[in-house]
């Protein structure tokens, strides 16, 4: 199929499996977990392969978080000199004018700073809170930033889980954003490599025969959601 997904993984390492059973589609979720924290030197491919066995057509979805810890994309705050722009950011909104400047380095444009929440469009083109920097899951004073280049990282996992296995998969990078005018986060695509991350319906028929022209369904986000779950 057009999005890949036929014998599929996940991992937060987390894995998803579609396969079929008497005559019916079973989807399934199987995390992968981690003993040890993550670091420059951790090998995610033996990580995974000590923990669980992978088929060809299978999807492994990644945090960011991890990802963004194995590439050294975590910084000390001691180290940061935040700016004048940043200082005066932090002192209106209550924050670390160090976080600040970490906000604004990864940032081409500030969209809009209301309430506390600063939402920005990244180097990369996401728009979303912060820069996609965070604070958690690190010890104090640290925080990651986004990968340098999400789809790079996750083509390397994927060269990588090849040679190793001869398997052929698909990987994902998965961060959480917020939604506009909705309460609560969900996971969504950050990186991509081996998949088609929308499934286009248009010009298709509907079931009743009349052709779609909007539809486009944002496959690789949808299995984000599910790994995170």
Known sequence: PKTGITNTRIANLNVLTVRI????????????????EIGIDTNFVDLILESS???????????QKIVSKNEGR????????PSLLANGIASSYGKDPRLIELILSESERIVRMENGIIIVKTKHGFVCANAGIDESNVQDGYATLLPDDPDKSAN???????????KHTAVIISDTFGRPFRLGQTDVAIGIAGLEPILDYNGKPDTFGKIMQVTAIAVADEICSASEL
Do not use: W, Y
């Open 74 to 81: 975590m910084l000390s705050l001691s180290s940061v000199n």
């Open 156 to 166: 390397l996992l994927k060269d990588r889980i090849k040679q190793k296995t001869g």
């Open 21 to 36: 059973k008497k005559n019916r589609m079973v989807l399934e979720i199987i995390p992968i977990k981690i003993q040890r």
């Open 53 to 63: 066995e992978i088929n060809d057509g299978d999807i492994l979805v990644f945090s």
